[in-house]
């Protein structure tokens, strides 16, 4: 028998976005926080870089916008940008009120805050904790929601599908890891917080559980989806076979690092004038460069030329997350890769973070706003996550008393399946998908390769569509049918996609267009796919 659940606000995804959302809402509210995994398994806990905000008298909102707008490659909404720029020093001095240790300085212009410089940025701007600002945001946030008696959070809980009725959410299925059992959960407001999608690829940076999730959910609700083509590859993650994907903060380049190839020469202001202070995707694509070219497996990037004690301080988590695979950073270079990093495109939302769809709102990675355009600034983020959660909190606070709770809904239905007896069908798709994912849709694509991949995504989603269909429920299968979505979604943006242009970028058509525009998914034009991608204009 389904459990039920009854709350005024259900908030899907425990980092940084939704714990925001959560603590920046009423107290009198009754909310439900579902995490589908333990609190540091999110990608907020995996960040190290920082909140990028206007602290620094040299510093102005106005450079802020310049700045990500330049990064987003002309599909940034301006409008946007300024209200999430606005919003970051605030969203700074109430994270410090709540106790968030950043790291501090003696300089007082910049309000006593240490900042840092970060990929894309003309100023210091990056407040953070040391080089572990996601561990330290997500732990502060977190010990404030569990003395908060109105917010009940569950752990464990994956997210199956949104309920709609007469165009507006009402609820969601949720499956529960520990139980194996499927609940209702009924609500008046519904957000998505559930992050992004990186783990549609073989090698990422991010946790195991940015599968997508919300962005699919959203998707099969009705929702419109933006800019999927544009997926960010970190430049420099960790090489090393037992490192698994361990991310090299870009706060190392940000305090002089140099990028190397194994002579020693370095190689980056071949391809830009800001070098190693680049936007992400000329870096990343700089770097798959120079391993194609020199068939090699890693790059290296340096920053022993600066004191022991300057690295121990600023570096503390990446030198002894190094130290334990014998690479001392303070004497030798880190060998490093690209990896997928982080989704810019995801489920189109407004100023207040709603979606398409009545009552349910999108925050944070899950989304698209327009902040990050064709490429996502370095360390903006952290703060789109607390600034819509901030922005949505305050609609949610305006319009949820003319928000009735709806009536019942029905229970979840496994009459008609069975227990699975071929689990090995679900890994071995989950492989091929994220091999050919890498392969054929990565840093640098062609016609070619996305035609292979979107005729390899139809098979695997219809053996998907038909193992959920009979058989029950498990969180590997509820990933799968997600990640295949949207797979599917990013390759489809990126074949309407005819020019190069931030993130993607396309043999087949190296130039950018004249005219900017964004890619839009409606699943209202299914089932033929030719009518389900429009560009428009920004």
Known sequence: MSKRY???????????????????????????????????????YYAQGGVSAVL???????????????????????????????????????????????????????????LTREGGHSRRRVAHAADATGKALQNTLLAHVAERSNID???????????????????LYAYNRESHRVSVFKGRKIALATGGASKVYLYTSNPDGSTGDGIAMAWRAGCRVANMEFMQFHPTCLYHPEAKSFLISEALRGEGAKLKL?????????????????????????????????????????????????????????????????????????????AAHYTCGGVMIDAHGCTDIENLYAIGEVSYSGLHGANRMASNSLLECLAFGHAAARHIEQTIADTPMPGRIAAWDESQVTDSDEEVVVAHNWDELRRFMWDYVGIVRTNKR??????????????????????????????????????????????????????????????????????????????DPEQTVRLIGR
Not at 154 to 169: K, S, Y
Not at 269 to 294: G, S
């Open 6 to 44: 009854q709350y005024d606000v259900i908030i899907v995804g425990g980092g940084a976005a939704g714990m925001t959302l959560a603590l920046q809402l009423p107290e009198q509210l009754s909310i439900a926080l579902l995490a589908k995994s333990p609190h540091d398994q999110s990608s907020t």
């Open 56 to 114: 620094e008298s040299n510093d102005s909102i106005e450079l802020h916008v310049e700045d990500t707008l330049d990064a987003g490659a002309g599909l940034c909404d301006e409008k946007i940008v300024r209200q999430v720029a606005e919003t970051g020093p605030a969203m700074i001095e109430w994270l410090s009120g709540l106790g968030m240790p950043f790291t501090r300085d003696a300089d007082e212009s910049a309000g006593g805050y240490h």
């Open 153 to 171: 959070r569950f752990e464990q809980e994956v997210a199956i599908d949104l309920i709609t009725e007469n165009g507006r959410c009402i609820g």
């Open 262 to 338: 194994p002579d020693g020469k370095r190689f980056m202001p071949r391809f830009d004038e800001r070098a190693e202070l680049a936007p992400r995707d000329i870096v990343a694509r700089a770097i798959d460069h120079e391993m194609k070219r020199l068939g090699i497996d890693c790059v290296y990037l340096d920053i022993s030329h600066k004191s022991r004690a300057f690295i121990k301080s600023h570096f503390p988590t990446i030198y002894e997350r190094c130290l334990q695979y014998d690479i001392d950073i303070t004497r030798e270079p880190i060998p490093v890769v690209p």
């Open 450 to 527: 996305l035609e292979r991949a979107l005729h390899r995504c139809e098979l695997l989603k219809s053996e998907i569509n038909d193992y959920y269909g009979n058989f029950r429920v498990t969180a590997d299968l509820l990933e799968l049918r997600n990640l295949v979505a949207v797979a599917e979604l990013i390759i489809r943006s990126a074949m309407a996609r005819h020019e190069s242009r931030g993130l993607h970028y396309t043999l087949d058509y190296p130039h950018l267009l004249p005219e900017a525009r964004i890619t839009v998914l409606d699943p209202a034009a299914r089932p």
